[in-house]
């Protein structure tokens, strides 16, 4: 049995009833109630730490309090991941493709693209715009898309294919991850070229 530091009212009587311990043992809830002039301001359902300070009043009337359970931890090991299509990425005649996914593990995450770089031979091109949601819940995944425009569009339809890194960085409840994903596009031009030589 422990005793409780119970504040008692002022100038009157009263009762403390149904205690109930925080799921973490750091702080307790009550039922008090006090009788005479002014009891029915100091009555009601009240929270504290173990020592009787913080002594608070959450409601004025109740019975039977009691605690939310503690969130269960998130899953060890289970972190956002990146998974890239296999083999060469296609665009379409807009210059889109969608070149992977994204998957949160066991905690919410929030995604934000860091860069996306490509190559064309020796050159590298910035006219590529991305597509990915900011926020995803826990086990949910989203597909990253790209858009090539621009002189970019035009040097990887002239060359038939081009190297794409993306990097993106994911924030769970594990903290920050990096991601990278790796592609090679081939232009709707080369697409098609090679249907007709078939």
């Known amino acids: 049995m422990q005793l409780l530091p119970v504040p008692p009212p002022e100038g009157a009587g009263g009762y403390v009833n149904s205690p109930v ?3 973490d043992g750091s702080h307790v809830v009550l ?7 002014g009891g029915q301001d100091q009555s009601g359902l ?3 730490a173990l020592d009787g300070s913080g002594f608070t009043r959450i409601a004025a009337d109740g019975y039977a309090p009691s605690w939310q359970p503690l969130p269960p931890p998130p899953p060890q090991g289970k972190r956002a991941k990146a998974k890239v299509r296999k083999g060469r990425v296609r665009l379409n005649k807009k210059g889109r493709a969608k070149i992977g996914t994204i998957t949160c593990g066991g905690t919410p995450c929030k995604l934000r693209v860091l860069s996306a770089k490509l190559k ?5 091109c910035r006219q590529v715009r991305t597509r990915l949601a900011r926020k995803l819940g826990p086990g949910k995944h989203a597909a990253v898309g790209i858009k090539v425009y621009g002189r970019c569009l035009t040097s990887l339809e002239n060359a038939g294919k081009g190297r794409l890194l993306v990097r993106v960085r994911a924030i769970d409840g594990a903290g ?18 090679k249907h007709r030589g078939k």
Request: proline content about 8%; glycine content about 8%.
């Open 120 to 124: 064309v031979g020796r050159k590298p």
């Open 31 to 37: 039922r008090r109630g006090v009788y005479g002039p």
């Open 46 to 48: 009240f929270t504290m």
């Open 21 to 23: 311990f925080s799921p």
């Open 176 to 193: 920050k991850k990096v991601l990278t994903l790796k592609s090679t596009l081939v232009s709707a031009k080369a697409k098609k070229e």
